[in-house]
Nanobody
Framework: QAQLVESGGGLVQPGGSLRLSCAVSRSISSIYAMGWYRQAPGKERELVARITSTGSTNYADSVKGRFTISRDNAKNTVWLQMNSLKPEDTAVYYC?????????WGQGTQVTVSS
């Protein structure tokens, strides 16, 4: 089973930026949908951003205009560029992909936005 390894999380001040990376231990060229979810304490996991193999993207309303998702099939990697971060973006961010109807998840990376 392929592994997804996230990196790039950390502590940042409001208004700052972070770039999350998700490296997948298999070719992602045949994977249609990949993306990022997040889960804040006491809240349900929510979809943050999604990208398809054709480059089509979807974002949660709360992050539109601030976050950008991208993927590189040659590097088997998907990124999430997060700008203008707010305290409410604090959460564990999980990379995922869907393959033949099954969701595969990374272990998560903590993002904390605080002054």
């Amino acid at each position: 089973q392929a592994q997804l390894v996230e990196s790039g999380g950390g502590l940042v001040q409001p208004g700052g930026s972070l770039r999350l990376s998700c490296a997948v231990s298999r070719s992602i060229s045949s994977i249609y949908a990949m993306g990022w979810y997040r889960q804040a304490p006491g809240k349900e996991r929510e979809l943050v951003a999604r990208i398809t193999s054709t480059g089509s993207t979807n974002y949660a309303d709360s992050v539109k205009g601030r976050f950008t998702i991208s993927r590189d099939n040659a590097k088997n990697t998907v990124w999430l560029q997060m700008n203008s971060l707010k305290p409410e973006d604090t959460a564990v961010y999980y990379c995922y992909y869907v393959y033949y109807g099954v969701n595969y998840w990374g272990q998560g990376t903590q993002v904390t936005v605080s002054s």
